[in-house]
């Protein structure tokens, strides 16, 4: 079993609204720390979003005030989820879930297949 899987891309108009999912199992879901990155065609990867095993959250600038990051825990695995609002074309890009976050570090060692979200009319 993959221990994240991202769930709920797809193709979304400007303006609207998509939420991802990451389920994390296994010994990475202990950490409970889990961020989302994107990465678009001939750009950087980059940060969307983290979320500390205390609750503390980092949003890239360019998603401030429209995404949100959340988390559930369950016994079996953990679910993260990205909501994300007001999309806009620039946010086209693979998202991927990954893990363990720690805020100013680079990336953990996990990371899910990713999740095509495509903002076009």
């Known amino acids: 079993q993959e221990p994240l899987v991202e769930s709920g891309g797809g193709l979304v108009q400007p303006g609207g609204s998509l939420k991802l999912s990451c389920i994390v199992s296994?010994?990475?879901?202990?950490?409970?720390?889990v961020a989302w990155y994107r990465q678009a065609p001939g750009k950087e990867r980059e940060l969307v979003a983290g979320l500390t095993a205390t609750n503390s959250v980092v949003y890239g600038d360019s998603v401030k005030g429209r995404f949100f990051i959340s988390r559930d825990i369950a016994e079996a695995a953990m679910t993260v989820e990205l909501q994300m609002n007001d999309l806009k074309s620039e946010d086209t890009a693979v998202y991927y879930c990954?893990?363990?976050?720690?805020?100013?570090?680079?990336?953990?060692?996990?990371w899910g297949q990713g999740t095509q979200v495509t903002v076009s009319s």
């Open positions: 990954n893990a363990p976050y720690h805020i100013d570090r680079a990336p953990g060692n996990y």
């Open positions: 296994g010994s990475v879901r202990r950490a409970g720390s």
